[in-house]
């Protein structure tokens, strides 16, 4: 098979970047165990490690040992694409949920969550002032990695259905699909989307929106960014998830970012991103020269509770996740009804962990969360930190469900209800004064 020609795709750090020779031979030092004799990178030697074992207990009562040899290896330099049992382990949790078409030339790297992986990842496409194509709104941690780059932004809309394809049509509508072969026409290089629970609308990308999506994409020959750490807390029975980009991507355009801070713990910081080798191994000469490779101890913890789950244990966690969140969503939602419902507008999220909330009747939200932590000391973020242009007003706000119980829920509604309505009585009061303080002047011109 032919693979795309990825050269239009990479900016210059990336096309200059070339492999770390001290990674290199690290990984040498790391993977051929017998007859070694290591005089090659500046390794801490084991013999000085104070720590020496441990052990963690699950909530269930397992245990999981890191007997002596292990913890060295977990207090070690490692390799820069990932800990090698673990990614044998992504590669056959990959294989089972996404099946890639491409897999013969596909790759997985091991990252330090899913924010590092998207900043390297877009970090070796974006150039100044390029054109990028975003999902409207869309999640604030990857606008923040585009920013300094002056990015246009082509905002697409997105709702309860996902991004909306007739709408990424018009907003490519200013190339022509053969310009895109080339990379001298400013055609936008990737198209950023969270599919599944997006952050913040809750929404999911239908699967006619899906295919549609990567047909434009192939016709624009764009790379998909598909960002997806919410892909086991979709509310619908897991046999009716909508199928991935990966699991459709016939050219090799495609690079997948999964995470295990909602499944099994943030504080690691593991992720992982799949994606065609050409792309895949540019983001690890990146990881070579930023973070070397993923915290060992991290990636060793995960790859055994794998191993002690196994995978089909692994994904009856996430069954279990997905009703722990699905109730905390359905109990959001109720009090919303109860407090919200004359004040605010919202969709029910379908996956994810948050509610995306329209304040009716005001302009923009950043008057309501100001005054819903000064006055009531109640935390919820403005959706102006959600749009691409964060300087447009934004009438939403982002209320996350993850960790309150029903009781905070129906208090924190409560406040933010007054917040509103004291908001909105200031609005009238400074809307009466202004008229008020017009009419001298009207009265006088007549
Ligand atoms: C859409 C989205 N992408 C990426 C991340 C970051 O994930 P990680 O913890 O793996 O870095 C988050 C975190 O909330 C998110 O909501």
Redesign the pocket.
Known sequence: MKWLDYSRFFNLSAKHRVASLLRLTAKDSILNKSNRILMGGGMPNPKVFLMKEGMITLKDGRTIALPPALMEDALQYGASDGYEPLLKQLNSLTKRLHSPPCWSNSQILVTA????A?CMAIEIFIEQNDYVVVEDPC?C?ALAIMYPYNPRFLPVESDADGINPEKLRVALSKWKPEQARSATHGVPKFIYT?PNGC?PTGGITSTERRKEIYKIASEYNLIILE?D?YYFLQYREQKDFPPSYLSMDVDGRVLRFD?F?KTLS?GLRV?YVTGPRQLVDKICLYQQVSVAHPPSLSQIIISEILRTLGEDGFLEHTKQLQKFYRDQRDAIVKAASKFLSSLCEWSVPEGGMFLWLKVRDVKDSLGVVDRALKDYTLLIIPGSGFVPDGAKPCPYVRISFSVVSPQEMEEGFRRLASAIRAELEENRKSENERNHSERPELIRRV
Not at 113 to 116: A, P
């Open positions: 969550g899913i924010q590092s998207l999640y941690g969270n952050n960002d750490p995470s801070s943030a992720a």
